[in-house]
């Protein structure tokens, strides 16, 4: 198993561009997380699936918008990048009360 | 509110001297505690939780973590630290009941162990 794969690795955006960040587990699991990671304050849950065709909010959801079409697939929408989404973004998925985490995408808002 | 607290930023050990984490949380009701690694430039990965039962945990790579009600604790330990378990270290929270989804996590503390 690969496990959670996330693409691209690295992006730098203009303020105003759109991106996906792309998000597959091959685990066959329900749960998948969308996170980010800001220096010293740990991760924050932007949004969050229980299973194909359904989403919820997290803590922080404004600026992204998600969609599962699949169990697989997860990706994450930012329409207008702000500088303030300058960050680290992980994806996850779980079995049970473990997570599983991708191995993060780093991007950058100039 | 549920919250976690790491009350360290950085934890530094000499190698082969135990080494303590500390984590303390805020929910309603019993929770289910865990923990997390971050190698540099990667995803976190799953070292232990607590559920229910034994207070004492282990987990992988030597890692243990006793859970503490009264003192609402869940603090990491190991006896003998190693040059390789320096890396950050996250401890999350979820109320029972609570969707798999609001996991909280704290702010990470970073464990440096110098040989």
């Known amino acids: 198993n690969a496990g959670v794969t996330q693409t691209p690795k690295f992006r730098i955006l203009k303020i105003g561009q759109s991106m996906t960040l792309q998000c597959t587990q091959d685990?066959?699991?329900?749960?998948m997380y969308w996170y980010r990671q800001d220096p010293g304050m740990g991760l924050k849950l932007i949004y969050y699936?229980?299973?194909?065709?359904?989403?919820d909010k997290g803590e922080v959801p404004n600026g992204y918008n998600v969609s599962r079409s699949t169990t697989e697939d997860f990706p994450l929408r930012l329409e207008l990048a702000a500088p303030s989404q300058t960050s680290v973004y992980f994806c996850?998925?779980?079995?049970?009360?473990?997570?599983?985490f991708g191995p993060g995408t780093r991007l950058t808002v100039l | 509110a549920q919250s976690v607290a790491q009350p360290e930023d950085q934890v530094n050990v000499a190698e082969g001297n135990p080494l303590t984490v500390k984590c303390t949380y805020s929910?309603?009701?019993?929770?289910?505690l865990f923990w997390y690694v971050q190698y540099p430039n990667r995803g976190l990965q799953f070292l232990l939780k607590?559920?229910?039962?034994?207070?004492l945990v282990k987990g992988s790579y030597g890692f243990e973590a006793e859970f503490n009600k009264s003192q609402t604790s869940f603090h990491l330990k190991k006896p003998s630290a190693l040059v390789s378990d320096s890396a950050l270290y996250f401890c999350?929270?979820?109320?029972?009941?609570?969707?798999?989804?609001?996991?909280?996590f704290g702010k990470g503390t970073k464990l440096s162990v110098k040989p």
């Open positions: 996850a998925s779980s079995w049970g009360n473990e997570q599983f």
């Open positions: 685990m066959n699991h329900n749960y």
């Open positions: 699936s229980v299973g194909a065709g359904i989403t």
């Open positions: 929910v309603s009701g019993n929770p289910y």
């Open positions: 607590y559920i229910t039962g034994d207070n």
């Open positions: 999350a929270v979820r109320a029972v009941g609570g969707s798999q989804g609001n996991l909280i």
